[in-house]
């Protein structure tokens, strides 16, 4: 294995967490083969911290209804908490609230823009690019929409140090970069 992606090589083992595991129930003290659970598939399946699984609980026990369609105290108070979180969620990344889209996952969202961006502003001949581990959901979308507006996907290779070798998707013209950085944790180093 290339030294740069080997996690037992020296200095490897200093690596502290950012965030106590004690926050999420399920890690707090979790071992696995003798050494503490070390979870890195969160864009598959993200585990809760406690003041998630708390906030969700009190939720669905106290709360839970239609958003936005209901005239009765408890759809009101849901769209009221549905609404604060997008509200806080554009604070956090320095946006608009009406520029925060909740969708169910990563498949969806990334199909969502490709069906309303991509349809609208990708003519026939633009490039799409994306990396060479990118996670299907981030392909799939992209190749549709190629094959239905005639445009042109293109892969940026990972050399074996684990960095973008650009070339080509460096020169100038029209298209769109489709999320780099996407790679599955469990199977995949993204540089
Ligand atoms: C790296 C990565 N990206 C995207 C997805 C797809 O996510 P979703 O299930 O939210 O569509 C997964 C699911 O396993 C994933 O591991």
């Known amino acids: 294995m290339n030294e740069a992606l080997d996690p037992t090589r020296a200095g490897a083992s200093n690596l502290e967490p950012l965030v106590d595991p004690d926050t999420f129930p399920l890690l707090?003290?979790?071992?696995?083969?003798?050494?503490?659970?070390?979870?890195?598939?969160?864009?598959?399946?993200?585990?809760?911290?406690?003041?998630?699984?708390?906030?969700?609980?009190?939720?669905?026990?106290?709360?839970?209804?239609?958003?936005?369609?209901?005239?009765?105290?408890?759809?009101?108070?849901?769209?009221?908490?549905?609404?604060?979180?997008?509200?806080?969620?554009?604070?956090?990344?320095n946006a608009k609230s009406d520029e925060i889209v909740f969708t169910r996952g990563a498949t969806e969202a990334i199909n969502l823009v490709a069906y309303s961006y991509g349809e609208r502003f990708l003519e026939a001949g633009d490039r799409i690019l994306v990396s060479a581990i990118e996670h299907h959901a981030n392909i799939v979308p992209w190749q549709a929409l190629r094959d239905r507006r005639g445009l042109k996907l293109e892969?940026?290779?990972?050399?074996?140090?684990?960095?973008?070798?650009?070339?080509?998707?460096?020169?100038?013209?029209?298209?769109?970069?489709?999320?780099?950085?996407?790679?599955?944790a469990p199977t995949r180093w993204a540089p």
């Open 28 to 93: 707090a003290g979790a071992r696995t083969a003798g050494r503490p659970l070390a979870y890195l598939d969160s864009a598959a399946s993200a585990q809760k911290p406690a003041a998630v699984l708390d906030r969700m609980r009190d939720f669905y026990t106290h709360d839970y209804a239609n958003i936005h369609r209901g005239v009765y105290p408890l759809s009101e108070r849901s769209t009221e908490a549905y609404e604060d979180a997008r509200a806080r969620v554009a604070r956090f990344l």
């Open 155 to 184: 892969v940026i290779p990972i050399d074996g140090n684990g960095r973008y070798r650009y070339g080509r998707a460096r020169e100038a013209g029209r298209g769109c970069c489709a999320g780099l950085h996407h790679g599955g």
